[in-house]
């Protein structure tokens, strides 16, 4: 579980998260909403260890993330708003250095790959260079290279921004099926339908505070999984399969 | 058909615009310290000049003065149109900087004088060098003479760089020659440009299990062998350790021949530094950051391309230094590898502690390798003494390394 305690952070005059607590349990997605500017990516940020909050503390799993860095990002997976990449390394081949660097098996790992490429729509282009892939494509490795270790606590910045249907769904299927094995998910988005199809709870920020917390109760029924308009994309996508 | 003049005004102030918020990039400490470098790189030259100045004034008269102080000024232009040639024909070549140009309703040839504008901007680090050699001359030249000199070294400059802009323009106009007929052949240009970037696939990768440094120099390795911005910067060390290589080869006395290989090995490890720094400029910040790795791993990998760096250098003089005794063969080498290692250990630990920002690395690294040469030169042996101070005070930074933020 992750747990974030009296997190400050500013930028100059302008204070972008003020004493920002809450927690996040093994095994729940919780949604984090906010309007542009809120403090979502800062926090988010904060959380993944790019940036020192300059007062309070996170915690991965117990350890203290800036205390302790190593053992707590080993937990850790992280998908970006903006996500950058080695341009010219194939996905592929970036994929395999995580997976150096995160000392994983590499067999299993690369079963791991092999299926959420798969469910991504990303397999026939794992051979190219990054540099060539589109933005919602960049977004789905950097979904891939945040979940391929099962981590502990999963940080998705505007994770879903620029998937297609199927691969939103493959998606968000993969983060229910690790919020089972027991992951804490902190997922933050600008589209409310998402959080309230997706999350247990939610964190509303405002102004960098915590305005309010909410329990899935408190937005009442749960909008369809998928949409008409998604039925009909998803029959037209695989009825050519 | 909007015709190119009219946008001149848009772009005018573009380009004011370009300039300041580039000239903002640089803080004030940078700004300083950039000061600070091009006071050194005067003083050096002012220092290198000034006394054969001197000389020729005493045997030949001012005149004379005069006319070396006039070649080397159009030697500096025609260097810096040189380096504005390649900068141009590689923008050219490879992509265009900038937005999606062809997407505006421009005429073709503003976007191609734009980007000749960009290119020409490289002119100014090369006009640097010019004031070190007018100050040297002060005194020895009537004061009208030199201003005179200025600003037809100015002249020149611009007037050289516009020619190079051309000619970069010709020759990539001249390799399109004999494909498909085009109408505006400046825009046939562009848009070769614009699919240079040509999609393409690369050998599927082996997994292995290895340990995260070497993990990262196999990544690094990739890096280098792409047409990446680190490739780019491997030519300069691999060309100037050839070059150093190669004075063995002629028939020069062995003092001579050992100074000149001396000074090529040191310029390709400072190079090779520089291509370490824009190896780690290649690193995602947000990627390295959030990896379950320490500061040792990354340095390991890194440390390793400057081992085995000076280990080449070392084996071209053991194969190629024959003239040289044994002793002095040992002094070299002992020399040459202490110095590689020094300089490349400079550039991991720029490159790690500043490599979210390489081009300020680079620049620290600039500056620290002037300071040491300047020193050596005044006073021998000083300049290893500020070299080692950097090094060592540059390696406390490394370990906070995940911590520095952009």
Same mark, same amino acid.
């Given at each position: 579980m992750m747990e974030v305690a009296g997190v400050t952070r500013s930028y100059g005059a302008l204070k972008a998260l003020d004493?920002?607590?809450f927690r996040v349990d093994a095994g729940e997605i919780v949604g984090l909403l906010g309007a542009n500017g809120a403090g979502k990516s800062t926090l988010i940020r904060t959380a993944a260890g790019l940036q020192a909050p300059d007062a309070g503390a996170v915690h991965i799993a117990g350890v203290d993330l800036w205390a302790d860095p190593i053992p707590a990002k080993q937990r850790v997976g992280y998908v970006s708003e903006e996500p950058a990449f080695y341009e010219e390394?194939?996905?592929d081949e970036y994929l395999s250095f995580l997976v150096a660097v995160r000392a994983l098996d590499p067999g299993p790992a690369r079963e791991r790959v092999a299926q959420l490429a798969g469910r991504l729509g990303l397999s026939d282009r794992m051979n190219e260079p990054v540099r060539q892939f589109s933005h919602g494509m960049r977004k789905k490795l950097s979904f891939l290279s945040a979940v391929l270790h099962r981590p502990a606590v999963l940080l998705c910045d505007e994770a879903l921004e620029g998937f297609d249907a199927e691969a939103a769904l493959a998606a968000k299927d993969e983060l229910r099926g690790l919020a089972r094995e027991g992951c804490a998910v902190l997922f933050s988005s600008h589209v409310t339908e998402t959080i309230e199809r997706l999350c247990d709870r939610a964190v509303l920020l405002h102004r960098g505070r915590v305005a309010r917390l909410l329990m899935r109760t408190d937005w009442g029924s749960t909008p369809a999984e998928i949409s008409p308009l998604e039925r009909a994309f998803l029959d037209v996508i695989r009825s050519e399969r | 058909m909007i015709g190119p003049r009219s946008h001149d005004p848009a772009f005018r102030e573009l380009r /004011?615009? *370009? *300039?300041? /918020? /580039?000239? %903002?990039?640089?803080? @004030?400490? *940078? /700004?300083? %310290?950039?000061a600070l470098l091009a006071v050194v790189i005067g003083g050096f030259l002012f220092w290198q000049a000034r006394v054969p100045f001197d000389g020729l004034r005493r045997v030949h008269g001012p005149l004379a003065v005069a006319g070396w102080l006039g070649l080397i000024l159009l030697a500096i232009a025609a260097g810096s149109a040189l380096l504005v040639l390649i900068r141009h024909g590689r923008q050219l070549r490879v992509t265009l900087p900038g937005p999606a140009w062809l997407s505006l309703p421009l005429a073709p040839r503003s976007i191609a004088e734009h980007m000749a504008w960009e290119a020409r901007l490289s002119a100014g680090w090369g006009a640097a060098l010019a004031p070190g050699f007018l100050v040297a001359a002060i005194g020895l030249l009537p004061a009208w003479s030199l201003v005179l000199l200025a600003g037809a070294f100015a002249i020149a400059l611009w007037a050289l760089a516009h020619v190079a802009t051309a000619i970069a323009v010709r020759a990539a106009l001249g390799f399109r020659r004999g494909g498909a007929l085009p109408r505006d052949p400046v825009l046939e240009l562009l848009l070769a440009a614009k699919r240079a970037v040509a999609r393409r696939r690369v050998r599927a990768t082996r997994w292995r299990r290895v340990p995260a440094w070497l993990g990262l120099w196999r990544k690094d390795a990739r890096l280098a062998l792409r047409p990446t911005s680190a490739r780019a910067r491997l $030519?300069? #060390? $691999?060309? *100037?350790a050839l070059a150093s290589f190669g004075v063995w080869l002629l028939p020069l006395e062995p003092p001579l021949a050992r100074l000149l290989a001396f +000074?090529?090995?040191?310029?390709?490890? +400072?190079t090779f530094a520089e291509f370490l720094i824009a190896l780690a400029g290649e690193d995602p910040t947000a990627v390295m950051k959030t990896l379950p790795i320490g500061a040792? #791993?990354?340095w @390991?990998?890194?440390? +390793?391309?400057?081992l085995l760096w000076a280990l080449v250098l070392a084996a071209g003089s053991v194969f190629l230094a024959r003239p040289l005794a044994a002793h002095a063969l040992q002094v070299l080498l002992v020399w040459e590898t202490c110095?590689?290692?020094a300089i490349g250990l400079l550039g991991v630990h720029y490159g790690m502690t500043l490599g979210h920002n390489a081009a300020a690395a680079q620049r620290f690294l600039t500056l620290t390798l002037a300071i040491s040469m300047a020193a050596s030169i005044m006073i021998p042996l000083l300049g290893w003494i500020v070299l080692l101070t950097a090094v060592v005070h540059s390696a406390r930074r490394v370990p906070r390394w995940a911590r520095i933020e952009s």
């Open positions: 004493a920002v607590s390394l194939s996905a | /004011r615009h *370009l *300039l300041r /918020r /580039r000239l %903002e990039r640089f803080d @004030l400490r *940078l /700004r300083g %310290e950039m $030519v300069a #060390p $691999v060309v *100037l +000074a090529g090995g040191l310029t390709a490890a +400072a040792w #791993p990354v @390991l990998s890194r440390t +390793a391309w400057v110095a590689a290692i």
